[in-house]
């Protein structure tokens, strides 16, 4: 193997221990708590050589957030083939994100909870994130446009605004605020309940 091929393996091998070490901090305390010192004494590295790998803690993050993302992606596709009209590729979809929520909680609350980064920040990564982020969330629009046309979902819905219904609906319960957790509390209601009948109902609505 040549040197050069030798030194480029073993900076990246470094980039991703580093990124390792950084996911492990951030799920472990949030993002606002971990500072690049606590990075730099993580990865056994002085500080100024994790500065030769990232410029800041936001670059790390968005490598965090595109591993996250590629793992949804990934599910994303493995649930849509399993669905047969456009309405089961949706539910299909549905229940590969919560499937994400409950087995990756850490990428979750990172990606999809809390936004420590935000999306018009001018950061080399973002434009990879922003692509990755629309390439799954197409795939509820490809979906509902064949319920469309196989006739499993309702003609008279746009797509476009359904899509993004569905999206807001889906993580707004996921991501209970405290009232609302009370008022399930009081009715005996599980979280779990409570996203398989929201699911439900949307499906329905499309029908």
């Known amino acids: 193997m040549p040197i050069s091929d030798r030194k480029e393996r073993e ?6 221990d580093i990124i390792d070490t950084a996911e492990k901090l951030i799920f472990e305390n ?28 936001k670059e790390i993050y968005l490598s965090i957030s595109i591993r996250g993302t590629q793992i949804l992606n990934k599910m994303f596709k493995e649930y849509y083939n399993r669905g047969e009209t456009g309405l089961e590729k949706v539910k299909m979809l ?5 499937k994400f929520y409950k087995e990756y909680p850490g990428y979750y609350d990172v990606n999809w909870l809390s936004y420590p980064v935000a999306f ?3 950061l080399p990564k973002m434009k990879e994130v922003k692509r990755m982020r629309m390439e799954g969330f197409s795939l509820f629009g490809k979906a509902l446009q064949e319920g469309i046309e196989d006739r499993s979902i309702r003609s008279d819905i746009d797509p476009v605004k359904t899509n993004l219904v569905l999206a807001l609906s889906i993580q707004n319960v996921l991501n209970l605020p405290p009232t609302m957790e009370l008022h399930m509390k009081n009715n005996n209601l599980t979280h779990k309940e409570l996203i398989d009948y929201t699911m439900d109902l949307m499906l329905h609505s499309l029908e």
Not at 11 to 16: C, F, Q, V
Not at 94 to 98: G, N, P, S, T, V
């Open 11 to 16: 900076k990246e091998m470094r980039r991703k």
């Open 30 to 57: 949030g993002y606002e708590n971990i500072t690049m010192a606590d990075i730099a004494k993580g990865s056994e590295l002085a500080r100024s050589t994790l500065y030769l790998y990232f410029k800041n803690k």
């Open 94 to 98: 549905m229940i590969a994100f919560y």
């Open 120 to 122: 018009n920040h001018d």
